[in-house]
């Protein structure tokens, strides 16, 4: 299964969810950024000229930065799923590159 595949694949899984859980909670929302995160890294590697585990790592530094400015984990914690989400999708695309290296 290509890295395409996977990561449509994941799409499906958790819009399966998202439709599933009907309350409001963090499982919930971190479905949708979980969705919305890998449209975003599609539509990057759609791009010929991008490395997409720079642009990945990029993103997921520039999130570990605003958490470091946050005062509260309560704040931070969006954050920090947003940054374990783009972690996950980082292996999962990336894992043949680092195979290789």
Avoid: G, H
Wanted: aromatic share 6%; proline share 1%; net charge negative.
């Amino acid at each position: 299964m290509s890295v395409q595949q996977t990561l449509l694949k994941e799409i499906e899984d958790s819009q399966r969810w998202l439709d599933v859980q009907k309350e409001e909670n963090t499982y919930r929302r971190d479905l949708r950024k979980r969705i919305e995160l890998i449209n975003w890294v599609l539509e990057e590697m759609k791009k010929p000229d991008i490395f997409i585990c720079e642009v990945i790592e990029t993103r997921m530094n520039e999130i570990i930065d605003k958490i470091n400015e946050k005062d509260s984990i309560i704040e931070a914690d969006l954050l920090d799923s947003e940054v374990r989400i783009l972690d996950w999708i980082l292996y999962i695309v990336c894992s043949n590159e680092i195979k290789r290296v």
